[in-house]
T-cell receptor, first 113, second 112 residues
Framework: DGGITQSPKYLFRKEGQNVTLSCEQN?????MYWYRQDPGQGLRLIYYSQIVNDFQKGDIAEGYSVSREKKESFPLTVTSAQKNPTAFYLC????????????FGEGSRLTVL | GESVGLHLPTLSVQEGDNSIINCAYS??????FIWYKQESGKGPQFIID?????DKRQGQRVTVLLNKTVKHLSLQIAATQPGDSAVYFCAEILFGNEKLTFGTGTRLTIIP
């Protein structure tokens, strides 16, 4: 079945460590997104990519990095520079077209110990 | 800046009753609106969408109403079921913009 796969679902890391969250899609969508969600909060955009080898900063990009070497993959690295990295991270891809809804993965919960 | 907000953070509804979740948006130029449902620990799921040239759109047990005069969006869920318990988000898009703006969400609880 087509969809978005995020891994790992749960991740723990120590302060000062970088961690990479995986996002893979087989929907053949060009655009992919990373959002951060804190408890009781809405979704805030970290980075997005409209095509391979291109990406743009979202509203809260500081302390994060991404790459888009393949259409199917859009990994997010949470670096040690991110001051408050504990959160629920959501990856999404977008249906092509003028409007286009977002399809979301199941999320990755990162906890910094 | 522009933002999408929700009137009520929580809503409790008796099973079988209808529920209405509201959303206020501030960007009058937004072209497209989406409602998402997010169950605990999962990613948001698309429920229904509406374009700015429409006032109403119906799906299975759900109806979205758009009032552009007061910049208000609502999601009506008919005959609520326990599985409807979730957080509901509205989102807005401006045509040609690759970014969606999400509201903070409303938690809907269905009382058996």
């Amino acid at each position: 079945d087509g969809g978005i796969t995020q891994s790992p679902k749960y991740l723990f890391r120590k302060e000062g460590q970088n961690v990479t969250l995986s996002c893979e899609q087989n929907l053949n969508h060009d655009a992919m997104y990373w959002y951060r969600q804190d408890p009781g909060q809405g979704l805030r955009l970290i980075y997005y990519s409209q095509i391979v080898n291109d990406f743009q900063k979202g509203d809260i990009a500081e302390g994060y990095s991404v790459s888009r070497e393949k259409k199917e993959s859009f990994p997010l690295t949470v670096t040690s520079a991110q001051k408050n990295p504990t959160a629920f991270y959501l990856c999404a891809s977008r249906v092509p077209g003028g409007f286009g809804e977002l399809f979301f993965g199941e999320g990755s919960r990162l906890t910094v110990l | 800046g522009e933002s999408v907000g929700l009137h009520l953070p929580t809503l409790s509804v008796q099973e079988g009753d209808n529920s209405i979740i509201n959303c206020a948006y501030s960007n009058s130029a937004s072209d497209y609106f989406i409602w998402y449902k997010q169950e605990s620990g999962k990613g948001p799921q698309f429920i229904i969408d509406i374009r700015s040239n429409m006032d109403k759109r119906q799906g299975q047990r759900v109806t979205v109403l758009l009032n552009k005069t007061v910049k208000h969006l609502s999601l009506q869920i008919a005959a609520t079921q326990p599985g409807d318990s979730a957080v509901y988000f509205c989102a807005e898009i401006l045509f040609g913009n690759e970014k969606l703006t999400f509201g903070t969400g409303t938690r809907l609880t269905i009382i058996p």
